[in-house]
């Protein structure tokens, strides 16, 4: 079957609503706001408009909320990159700036808080990027690495073999486990946190290699390997905004 999708008004106490309405295999209805304040609305076929518009009539303060939330929150699209001297970069938690050098050899160097990219043309942008997604890459290869086989430490008790670690840049989640595959993807943009902020993540992704799912065994797991998880997810999510 097709999924429908259509734009529907209701008049609700807060005076007409705009809703996307989806006819989908569903059980219930479901409605959410999306970051850009539309109302979206799954329902089965079975369900009538009168019913689905009673539901979102229930559900005003919810929307209101929901509206007021992204209408006001922070901008939080990231500025484009420029990989220009100057510019800075969050690294495990603090600041490092750029600094573009013209050189015979290109290479990319770290000197605390600085970090250094030679290149053979200044003014060639793709190559400052690629030089600079070059290292980036090595160094989250690097830490992540570091953190896997210290958290694979204290995993000891389950002989878990060395899973593969896989990067990618995501905008929803910091990790996901392939337990079969024994394969963790980690997010590149956690190399902007704290290290325990890093930690915790690879934490969270091992304890899937013992419970696939996120039961209460699970979370037992995870308090007994790290409990300050939810500390460092806090501190995480505050400080790289996906
Ligand atoms: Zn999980």
């Known amino acids: 079957m097709a999924n429908s999708k259509e734009t529907h008004t209701v008049l609700t106490s807060d005076g007409a609503q705009d809703y996307i309405l989806e006819r989908k295999k569903v059980k219930n209805i479901n409605l959410r706001v999306k970051p850009d304040c539309t109302v979206y609305v799954s329902a089965p076929d079975g369900v009538t408009v009168r019913e689905i518009e009673s539901f979102i009539r229930s559900k005003s303060r919810y929307i209101r909320r929901a509206t007021e939330y992204f209408r006001t929150r922070p901008q939080t699209e990231k500025a484009e990159m420029k990989y220009i001297s100057g510019e800075k970069i969050k690294l495990l938690g603090t600041d490092v700036e750029l600094k573009i050098v013209q050189d015979f050899k ?55 073999p060395f899973p593969q670690l896989k990067l990618r840049t995501m905008t929803s989640r910091w990790g996901s486990c392939h337990p079969m595959k024994k394969i963790i993807t980690l997010n590149r943009r956690l190399i902007e946190a704290p290290r325990h902020c890093i930690e915790q993540v690879v934490t969270h992704e091992f304890c899937h290699f013992v419970h696939p799912d996120h039961s209460k065994d699970f979370y037992a797991l995870l308090q007994r390997m790290y409990p300050e998880w939810r500390y460092s997810k806090a501190v995480l999510e505050s400080t790289v905004v996906l």
């Open 106 to 160: 290109e290479y990319t160097e770290r000197d605390g808080s600085r970090l250094f990219i030679h290149v053979k043309d200044k003014d060639d942008a793709e190559r400052r990027k690629k030089l600079y997604n070059a290292w980036l890459e090595e160094i989250c290869r690097e830490i992540f690495t570091e953190v896997m086989h210290d958290v694979h430490e204290k995993f000891g008790e389950y002989s878990l």
